[in-house]
């Protein structure tokens, strides 16, 4: 099991947490006219639920059974208090919609916002970040967790108040009404609240299993679904099912045992206030029959008592809910606070768009888990206007290079400078301009063809086309059915590697980068889009610094210089002639190639011969 960096396990206790709650309600600040309005309405609410028993006791005792009462009036009397009673429970049910309605819109706004916060903290991570933390489990955050938080403020916060404020009115009442009666009553209320902390306590546990069950799901499903090519290609389909199967069949256990548990606790709750209602029944009748209490009198009390076990019961779930909402609050703080450890530059260096690009890497060192190293004591230099290609065996650190050039890591010795400035101090998103990279991996937009190249840029179509022309890209873009108003990505054409490797090249030659630093894919492309790279590729290095991750022979010959790694070390530099002349790391990766090459009849890679 991966340590994701937060844990599933971290919602102890966070009900408690002042801090926390500080930070909730901090989200809220905007909507504190809003929130002190849905209070007011909470009071109006209970004061008008509360009345209508005491309308019910007035109507008894004065209209109903009053037989001293003229009848005239007794009838007036009931049709004004119906009226009364009327008007009051359309107020409420008013009062109540508009409450909801305020609520939701609080609840929804504040969530809209946590999510912006959150995806946008996301975007400026570090990539170690999400190298240890599994993309399901982030999803999970940025929905299901949001989606409790929304619970908490929709369907708790105030309800729970609406709740306090309905307990206290009762027994207030009750007492006012009849005091004997109301201490009976009382009885049970340590009884309703041992059964509701039990229950609450329960229900949490359950509530989290069921939660970090999801987790793990989604998680699942998320690796299942980007990996699906692979899946299918080594047939691990079934293995892929019986996993889901355990996953799911334990997601279903977990419910299905807090069901069992609500199916236990709500008849016990029922039972507990029916059995209060009986001795009710009980007492209060004979208190009738004493003359030391009015019929009018016991039907409220029965009324008030059946509003009073209601909010008890549902105050254990919401509990819960309260309780998982700030677990799920507790996981976001956590993930909002994680700082990036690759930071701007107090007072950062613009390096203007055609620097004259000298690039050198210094006794670098990294690893990227601080324990395997990955490049050990790396120097390299490439003056302006010279193409460099790297090569050697893979996992020898070649990527990783790239990677610390664009600074989406940070080397844990040694430093990397442009023209003698240290990349440490260029501001970054100067940084990622100045030097246009091409990586294996092309991200592709659900737009046009036109918007995909241009993307943030401001590049008219003119300069693309001009860029396309060229470089002899525009013989790609043809092809398609409406050029560079093709509409790719989902639901539109689908690339090829090939051609999803030219778009990426019209993308950096738009921003027309002074460094140019190209990972070739090792994947087979057509000849066709190999063509056509080849002729861009020319074109696009001439006179600019480049840095190339080479495994076409046409680019290793085409560099001025050819530096080799092994196991994170240059073992050795030089041209194409000299490493082979020298017979050593490059020769006999050559000769490597080559030999694999005629055992599985492909294309060869790297140059065979001098
Ligand atoms: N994000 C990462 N987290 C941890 N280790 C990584 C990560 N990326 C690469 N590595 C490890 O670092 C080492 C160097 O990888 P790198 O991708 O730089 O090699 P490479 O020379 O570019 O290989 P290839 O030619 O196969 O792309 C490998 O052992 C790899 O497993």
Known sequence: MRNYGYSEEGDQSSIGDWHLWQKVLRFTAAYKFTLALAILISLVITAGTLTLPYLVQVAIDTCIVAP?????????????????????????????????????????????????????????????????????????????????????????????????????????????????????????IPLALIITVLFARLAREKFRAIRSQLAKINSFLAEMLSGMAILQLFGQQQRAETNFFDLSREYLNRTLAQIKLFGIFMPLSELMSSTAIAFILWYGGNEILRDRLTLGELVAFISYMRLFFQPLRELSQKYSVVQSAMASAERIFQLLEIKSTIVEPPSPVILPKKTSAGLTFTNIRFSYNHDDIVLDDVSLTLCPGQTVALVGTTGSGKTTLVNLLLRFYEPQQGKIEIDGIDIRNIALQNLRSIVGVILQDVLILQDTLLANIVMETDVGRDKVERILMQTGMDRFVNKLPAGLDTQIGEGGVELSTGEKQLLAFARVLCRDPAILVLDEATAAIDTESENILEQAIGDSFRNRTSLVIAHRLSTIRRADHIVVMSRGKIVEQGSHDELLARDGYYASLIAMDHQQAIDTGDSRPYPATR
């Open 68 to 188: 001293d009462v003229a009848s005239q009036v007794r009838f007036s009397g009931l049709t004004k208090i119906s009226i009364l009673y009327g008007i009051l429970i359309i107020g409420v049910f008013f009062s109540h919609f508009f409450q909801v309605q305020l609520l939701e819109w609080i609840g929804q706004s504040v969530m809209h916002n946590v999510r912006q916060r959150l995806f946008s903290h996301l975007l400026h991570l570090d990539l170690a970040f999400f190298n240890t933390n599994a993309t399901g489990r982030l999803v999970t955050r940025l929905t299901n967790d949001i989606q409790n938080m929304n619970e908490m403020f929709t369907s708790v916060i105030i309800t729970l108040f609406n709740d306090l404020l309905r307990i206290v009115g009762i027994l207030v009442l009750l007492f006012w009404m009849n005091s004997s009666l109301a201490l009976l009553m009382s009885i049970f």
